[in-house]
């Protein structure tokens, strides 16, 4: 079964930036859509961003122009490059491959806070 691995997560100042690291294990997930999920406390999981087969992204409107995504193939890697973060990023992000049915991991905690 494929599993997959978040990090990068930590605390930061507003207006600072992270790089957050999916990686998966059992399968080669090129040819494969990835996700990336947040949830805040006390709010439900929600899709922030997602990179298809090829190259093509999407975006939740919240994060458009601050968050890019894209991947590595060779390290069967997805990253979530955060910029100009806000204290309403604070949640923990997840990582999921839909297509391949990947149990949901213990996510990676990112707190934007002065």
């Known amino acids: 079964q494929v599993q997959v691995v978040e990090s990068g997560g930590g605390l930061v100042q507003p207006g600072g930036s992270l790089r957050l690291s999916c990686t998966a294990s059992g399968r080669r997930i090129s040819a494969y859509g990835v996700d990336w999920h947040r949830q805040a406390p006390g709010k439900q999981r929600e899709l922030v961003a997602r990179?298809?087969?090829?190259?093509?992204?999407t975006y939740v409107d919240s994060v458009k122009g601050r968050f890019t995504i894209s991947r590595d193939n060779a390290k069967n890697t997805v990253y979530l490059q955060m910029t100009s973060l806000k204290p309403e990023d604070t949640a923990v992000y997840y990582c999921?491959?839909?297509?391949?049915?990947?149990?949901w991991g213990q996510g990676t905690q990112v707190t934007v806070s002065s």
């Open positions: 990179i298809f087969g090829g190259a093509m992204t």
């Open positions: 999921n491959i839909p297509g391949l049915g990947t149990p």
